[in-house]
């Protein structure tokens, strides 16, 4: 079974710095998806990013990228110039072929200091 | 363009009592999800449809069930609450399985008591 694992359970960043959130997986399967959501207080879960494990290109939305690596299965989000509404709880999922469910990590809450 | 939408909000049951919970997925999208979210357990996965068909399933008791109708909407049951079926009910939809992402609803918060 796929398992998604973020080993930090919150960290904190200083307003306009970087933060780089870690996520690794564990699968047998060669082609699958990769997601990191976000979760503010209002609970509404929004997507971040997404990544395709067949792409080694790694995927860039304005101030978010992730580092893909695929041999290493990790899968870690960095953000930029950290604004006071990145604060949430951030969650990485894994998606494997058709069929297949979303598998989600325990998630990590960040939090923006001004 | 409508995101997607779960009611009620909020709810509060009985210990035994049944719940049926709604999710109105965004317009064109075909498939369902539904995760229970819990402080201590996390996003935990209880069924996907596509096309009115149960094409996954997760590890809950056979109390938790769902359907999803002609019109893509879905519903999720449970019946025979227990204390620990208190969480955060959140529904999510695509366009199919596969090559995209899920967009989420606002969720249902569930309090048995």
Redesign the interface.
Same mark, same amino acid.
């Given at each position: 079974a796929q398992t998604v694992t973020q080993s930090q359970p919150e960290m904190s960043v200083q307003e306009a710095e970087t933060v780089t959130l870690s996520c690794t997986y564990d699968t047998s399967e060669s082609d699958y998806?990769l997601?990191w959501?976000k979760q503010p207080p #209002?609970?509404?879960?929004? @997507?971040v990013i997404?990544q395709e494990a067949y792409k080694q290109q790694n995927a860039t939305e304005n101030r978010f990228s992730v580092n893909f690596q695929k041999a290493a299965k990790s899968f870690s989000l960095k953000i930029s110039d950290s604004q006071l509404g990145d604060a949430a709880m951030y969650?990485c999922a894994y998606r494997g072929?058709?069929? #297949?469910? @979303?598998?989600?990590?325990?998630?990590i809450t960040l939090s923006v200091r001004p | 363009k409508a995101g997607v939408t779960q009611t009620p909000r909020y709810l509060i049951k009985t210990r035994g009592q049944q719940v049926t919970l709604s999710c109105s997925p965004i317009s064109g999208h075909r498939s369902v999800?539904w995760?229970q979210q819990t402080p201590g357990q996390? $996003?935990q996965?209880l069924f996907?449809y596509f096309s009115e068909t149960q094409?996954?399933k997760?590890n809950f008791p056979g109390r938790f069930s769902g359907r999803q109708f002609s019109n893509s909407r879905s519903e999720m049951n449970v019946s025979t609450l227990e204390l620990g079926d208190s969480a $955060?009910y $959140?529904c999510?939809s695509s366009m199919d399985?596969?090559?995209y992402?899920?967009?989420?609803?606002?969720?249902t918060?569930l309090t048995v008591v």
């Open positions: 998806y997601f959501y #209002s609970r509404q879960m929004i @997507l997404r969650f072929g058709a069929n #297949s469910k @979303l598998t989600f990590g325990k998630g | 999800s995760y996390g $996003l996965f996907e094409r996954n997760g $955060l $959140l999510a399985m596969v090559n992402g899920y967009t989420f609803g606002s969720g918060r």
